[in-house]
């Protein structure tokens, strides 16, 4: 179980460490992010504290919590992260061309479920994840996709693994078992979700990659919001992320009973960590609480299912 910290002060990590530890039930690692303002000057005092990657986005989420990084700061932070061993991973949004869809959607009058899909299209998907492979090979720092909704983005990832670059990426139990057509269209603001549910052509084209052995790991990627957050009939208004932790897997399983296809793939993508993408940590124990954290389930190994929790 992976959680993030976005705080770039160690002191705080350190302090999460511990409150987690005291009440974790399973094994669970930490993210580590940084302040914009501050670039890489904190992540060694970070893996020192216990971090088992980071974690950055190129879109700004929220300012503070979960800001966006340009890319001289990410090349920066790259380096210093590849010089101490860990991986980066990232949101993999681009920043610029989401604002401009997400006006021209609003601009439009477009409110009802196809809004989500039309503001952010696969191509912002598809730069925001060459940017940042490309600077982690210029720095020495692998990269990790931790979403990715697009049977493109897998294309980039087994192309830059192809030329020994550390890259690897991650596949949701949602973007695999739901589709634009028909549950964005039944379910509205309850299936609202960075980056969004694609059409079907595009889940097909992932469930190919999974087969091809191009997906890293498969996760939940769940979080829990109350009723009030997903029901606004303005699409864009709506929180994002998707529930249902105790469905998620069993929907997973369906998927890959329907086409055949093992629990275990034939082979595991060349340059994937064996183990999943995260580094081994320190963090052990038990881990509850309200923060969101993300099941993860290594593609290249056995499926099991998890008896609960909530999302990165």
Known sequence: MVDAERCGRWCRFRTKVKEAGAQARVDFALYATIDPAEGAARVDELVDAGAAAFKFSTFGTHPTRFPRIPPQTLYACFAAVGKRG????????NDEMVRAFMAEVEAKGITDYTAQGLSRPPVTEALATVEVYELGAAAGCPVHIVHCSIGRGYELAAAYRAQRHGATIEACVHYLTLDEENDVRRLGGKAKINPPLRPRREVEALWHHLAAGNVTIVSTDHVSWSEDRKTDPNMLKNASGIPGLEALYGLLLKGLDQRRLP?????????????????????????RGRSRRRHRADAARSLSLPRGGERQ
């Open 86 to 93: 860990l991986m980066a991973g990232i949101h993999n949004e």
């Open 263 to 287: 629990l275990t793939p034939r082979r595991a993508p060349a340059g994937a960590q064996p183990g999943g993408a995260v580094q081994d940590h320190p963090c052990q124990g038990r881990v």
